[in-house]
């Protein structure tokens, strides 16, 4: 018996982030919906190819596989197209063998709305409108960056990564940086070092991915041959002595990354190239930039970073 929703780590995904929809948006902007309706119903049974997302969500519903008595992920859709244009989404999905059977199709109206309705840690959309409007309303979301889609599926390991502050944890410290000096903000972040972070827009999602790293445990324990699955790391611009922070919020909450990078400043780039995740996620977009334009970003458009 798989586990209710409401057990279960939900990621609510756009159509625009698991798919390549490039050519289909090209119409609609160009000719308007009635065209773009016909178009779909053409191509009904001419799959969609991988979008960036996908390659995450591939792998994120693998680990259902790996527990199938607890079945503890879910994917669900949630996409501005009516019932009927979402045929051709669903025909993918069930091409590309993924696991998704829950979805709200909207017509033109934007999901934001449904995100806790769905109990879903995370929503993804390449749709910067929509992840903004979910934000001013407390809801976990980010906007999917355009990127090369790199799907090897040989490589069955997903890896995750985040940013720290204005991600899993709050942008308070980062207030104090931008009001005042990096001087300022490590002597406070020294001064509250035995003080835990508020939880950011992902903290709820990066502490279910713990939850799952447990039972990865579990299940090396019981059997030594055991693949795990998960990676997680963090990738923060924060070095000594403002990294004893982070680490009283992890222990705090009871987590505990596979990697975390304290880079001074460093261009994040330089470990993601290595690290090579299946999601990076970061709330400024100076970050968010990679030489080869083959690693999956995501902006968080969180708290005082991104203010105009």
């Not at 586990?3 to 308007?32: M, N």
């Not at 903004?132 to 040989?154: F, K, M, N, W």
């Not at 963090?234 to 987590?255: D, F």
């Amino acid at each position: 018996m798989s586990y209710p929703i409401e057990q279960k780590l939900v990621i609510a995904i756009a159509s625009s982030a698991l798919f390549d929809l490039t050519e289909s948006d090209q119409v609609f902007r160009e000719h308007g919906e009635k065209a773009y309706r016909e178009y779909q119903q053409e191509h009904l049974h001419t799959p969609l190819s991988k979008g960036v997302a996908f390659p995450f969500v591939r792998r994120f519903l693998s680990i259902n596989r790996k527990f199938p008595a607890q079945c503890p992920v879910e994917v669900v859709l949630l996409s501005r197209n009516s019932a009927i244009t979402g045929k051709r989404v669903f025909n993918s999905i069930v091409h590309h063998g993924l696991d998704i059977s829950r979805a709200a199709f909207l017509e033109g109206k934007s999901p934001y709305a449904y995100i806790p309705a769905f109990n879903a840690s995370l929503f993804l959309s390449a749709n910067e409108g929509d992840v903004l409007q979910a934000i001013d309303y407390g809801h976990p979301a980010g906007t999917v960056l355009p990127s090369h889609v790199v799907d090897d599926e040989d490589d069955v390991e997903l890896r995750i990564a985040f940013d720290f502050d204005g991600v899993i944890a709050d942008d308070a410290s980062e207030r104090v940086y931008k009001t005042g000096s990096l001087k300022e903000f490590q002597a406070h972040e020294t001064s509250h070092s035995h003080i835990p972070h508020t939880p950011g827009p992902l903290a709820d999602l990066f502490r279910k991915i713990s939850h799952l790293q447990h039972l990865e445990d579990q299940a090396l324990a019981e059997d030594k041959n055991y693949e795990r699955v998960l990676r997680t790391a963090i990738v923060t611009a924060r070095n000594a002595p403002s990294h004893e922070r982070v680490i009283t919020t992890l222990e705090h909450w009871g987590v505990n990354p596979n990697e975390v990078f304290f880079l001074g400043g460093m261009k994040k780039d330089r470990i993601l190239s290595v690290l090579k995740p299946h999601m990076f996620f970061d709330d400024q977009r100076s970050h968010l930039e990679s030489d080869a334009g083959d690693i999956p970003m995501v902006h968080i458009p969180f708290g005082v970073a991104n203010l105009v």
